[in-house]
Each structure stands twice: as C-alpha cells, then as structure tokens.
C-alpha cells in the first residue's frame, strides 16, 4: 500500500507526536516522583542523549544522502522503539538486574535513543522536501505542526490514564507506537525523487560518504546564512535543554500545585499540556492565513519577534511568584514554540541544496545536540548550586543570540531582493 508523499507526512508526524506526548506528557513523574531523579541527574540524562547525537548525527544524515532518505527513517523508527520500550522496561530491570541502577538503564536507553534520532534527523525533512518540491514547503511544515498538535491532544490524555495505572506505562505505549510505524512505513512508504550519486569506480562505501559530508561541509561554509543558522541552532539548543528538563521540576519543587484543586499530579500535568496545545492550535492556524512562507524577508521578521516572545515568557515563568503567573507563562512559551519551529524549519530548508539536504540538516541537529550537551549540564549546574529559578533565567538568556543574528541577517536579505528586483 503506497500513499502520496504529503499524506504519509502527515500520518509519520501525526503517530510519532501522538507517541511523544503519550510519554513525555508525564515523564517527570516517572523520573523525578517513581526513580528519584534531582535536577542534575535530569540534565545529565539529556546531556548523554544529545551527546550521542553529537556523535552519530554526522553519519546518519550522510548515509542517508549517499544511500537512501527512506531505509535511514524505517531503520531509525525500529531503533527508536527499542530506546523507549527499554526506559519503560526499566523498574522491572532494576528490580532482576540489581547491579545496575534506574539511572544507568535510563542513560542506556539515551544512547540508544539518540542513534534512533540521527538516522531521521534531517532524512525526513529532505525525503518530504524532494518528494513534493520546495515551492510547498512552509504551508506543508504548517500543516504537519497542526496534525501533531491533533495527535498531541490525543497523546496527553493517553499519558495521563496510563500514568496513573503507573509511571512507566507511557513509555511502554510509546516505544510500541513507534515500532508499529516503522513495520508500516516498511510496506507504505516510497523514494521517487531521491537519485544516488554515481558511484566512481573502486570507490569504497567510506569514500563515497566522505565525499558527500565534504560537499555539505562546503555548502555550509559558502552561503552565510546557513553559518548564522549554526549560531541559532546552537542557542536555541542550549537553552531548550534547560528549559525542557527543568520546568516541570521548577512546578513541583518550587512552586507547587495548588492544595485545593482536586487534581492529581498527573491531571495536572495533562491539563497544562492539554491547555497548551489547543492555543497552539490555534496559533499555528492563525499563522497559516497570514504568515507567507515563502517569502524569506517574512521568515525572518516572524523569527525575530517569536524569538523575543519566547524569551520573556521563559524570563516570566522563571519569576513567576505563583502558580497562576507560572501556568499563562507556560501556556505562552508552549504556543510560542509551536510557530518557531516550522518557521525554523522553512528558514532552513530554503537555503540548502538538494543533494546534500540531509547531510547539511543533521549537521544542525549535530549543531542543536552541541548546544544541548554543553549548555544543559551547565544550566543543571546552576540548578543544583543556586536554584532552578536561576536555571530558567540561564536558559531564558541563551535565546537573546538569536535577536543578533536575525537582526544581521535581515538587512542583507532585503538588499539582495532589492537588487533582484531591479
């Protein structure tokens, strides 16, 4: 059974969203109430997973350049799946397996995770990307955004009926979602527009992949937008590692649920995400109608004041004297978030060659993993030392960086289009 391409899109980012909230809706609780973990530990945790997509991030988007976008995003499914089946597993390993601790089983899983992560990163925007032409390309990250928010409302009230049976369930659920999609994308899934480079004769498999990370090595260093790309990546990856690790801690061991609200720990958490995604729903759909993504001048401009926005609601949650305060703060860099990504990924998208997509897009998310594995251990530094209101603010400055370049970048963009025009 072959869909069109953009349908398939649609269904790969609908179940993994779907996947993704079922577990990490209500992770910290698995973590921080069932395993003990403090703010440290939960950096460390993030830092061993980006660390291995430091590591693998490289190779997995040549493979899939040099050989094929589509057996590098089934491969990475199945091994996605064993990644998070393994944390669900880890209460009954710790208990037949005593010599190795919660904590080592978990950073186990990252590792495994993180392999999972490289062989799609970047193979599956460049799949999509070739498969219906650049011309669609921010109203289709639109739409994908908005199916995940679909699938994300599905996924939180799945995490928290299971989170309440027990912890560990959602991460079982999850790793089962993913290897299902992968055995679908098996029979599914096709590779129309993606043509191998001829292989020269004698060659070796090692030869032909360098040759490839060479050529995007050179596209990068060519075109100084894409260097400024690396700069924002680096950023933001710094301080959404911070900031996705800690603030649920942040609300439980800072501030606090309200006492008389009737409402479990886990209610809590859904309701939040609950709240969150349908305003970024309706964010995403108002952007649709009036962001042109096309247009790069747009795109950056739409960067810039995201950017902006996304500081202070981070700046604002990390202040938040109460409850009240923290939920709007959160609720806003929820949907704040939900817009930057697809225009992110436009931005991107719109400046790398074909031929070298997914090799020039994993050595972004190589570039993110750089700045999530030494921002984050020095953010939960902070954290443990000081305070993770301190750790917040940390993460809230890291972003200010990007003001800079989209600042930089847009004069230059607009007096290229200037002199095109004329």
């Given at each position: ?6 349908r398939?899109y ?6 993994t969203?779907?996947?993704n909230s ?7 609780i698995f973590y921080i ?6 703010p440290?530990?939960?950096l460390l945790?993030g830092m061993v997973l ?12 040549v493979v ?6 589509r057996?590098s995003i089934?491969?990475g499914m199945?091994?996605?799946g064993?990644g998070f089946?393994l944390?669900g ?5 710790e ?10 089983w978990i950073l186990?899983?990252?590792v495994?995770?993180g ?7 970047g193979?599956d ?5 070739d498969?219906v032409?650049?011309d ?33 369930l959602p991460y079982?659920i ?5 290897v299902?999609l992968?055995f679908?994308l098996l029979v ?6 993606f ?9 070796s498999h090692w030869?032909?992949m360098?040759?490839t990370?060479l050529?995007?090595i050179r ?9 400024l790309l690396?700069i ?10 911070g900031?996705d690790?800690?603030w ?10 309200p006492?008389?609200g009737g409402?479990s ?9 609950a709240?969150?995604t ?6 995403v ?7 042109d993504?096309q247009n790069?001048r747009?795109v ?5 004041t ?19 305060w ?6 806003a860099?929820?949907a ?6 697809p225009?992110?990924d436009?931005?991107?998208n719109?400046n ?9 897009l994993?050595?972004?998310?190589q570039t993110d993993?750089?700045g999530q594995?030494?921002?984050g251990p ?9 305070s ?12 200010s960086?990007?003001?800079h370049?989209?600042m ?5 963009r607009e007096?290229?289009?200037r002199?095109?025009?004329t």
């Open positions: 059974m072959l869909l069109h391409a953009s398939l649609m269904i790969i980012r609908f179940l969203a779907l996947a079922t577990m990490f809706t209500t992770y910290a109430e069932e395993l003990g973990f403090h440290l530990q939960l945790v980006e660390g291995t997509v430091l590591i693998f991030e490289g190779i997995t988007g899939a350049d040099t050989y094929s976008r057996v089934i491969s199945f091994v996605l064993i089946l944390q597993a880890t209460p009954l390993l208990a037949s397996i005593p010599l190795l601790t919660a904590f080592v186990l899983a990252q495994i995770c392999i999972g992560y490289t062989l799609i990163s193979a925007q460049a799949w999509i990307v498969e032409g650049s669609k390309l921010g109203n289709l990250f639109m739409q994908a955004q908005r199916h995940s928010l679909l699938a994300t409302l599905l996924g939180i009230a799945l995490s928290v009926v299971l989170s309440s049976l027990a912890a560990h079982l999850g790793g089962l979602l993913h299902g992968g679908f599914s899934m096709k590779e129309t527009r043509a191998r480079a001829k292989r020269i004769a004698g060659s030869k032909e360098k040759a990370w050529a995007g596209v990068i260093r060519i075109q100084p937008v894409l260097l690396l924002v990546t680096v950023c933001s990856g710094a301080a959404s590692e900031y690790r800690l649920e801690a942040h609300l439980i061991m800072e501030i606090g649920f006492p008389d409402l720990m886990p209610m809590w958490f859904g309701l939040i995400a709240i969150s349908l305003i970024s729903l309706f964010s759909k108002w952007a649709e109608k009036r962001f993504l790069e747009v950056i401009r739409a960067m810039f995201l950017t902006a926005l996304q500081i202070a609601a981070v700046g604002s949650f990390a202040l938040a004297p109460t409850f009240g923290a939920l709007v703060s959160v609720l860099a929820g704040i978030r939900s817009l930057v990504q225009v992110y436009t931005w991107l719109l790398v060659d074909s031929k070298v997509r997914a090799t020039v994993s050595m972004m998310s993993a750089l594995t030494a921002g020095f953010v939960g530094w902070v954290g443990s030392r000081v993770i209101r301190a750790s917040l603010l940390l993460a809230a400055a890291l972003l960086p990007i003001l370049v989209c930089r970048v847009r004069p230059k007096a290229s289009d002199r095109q025009i």
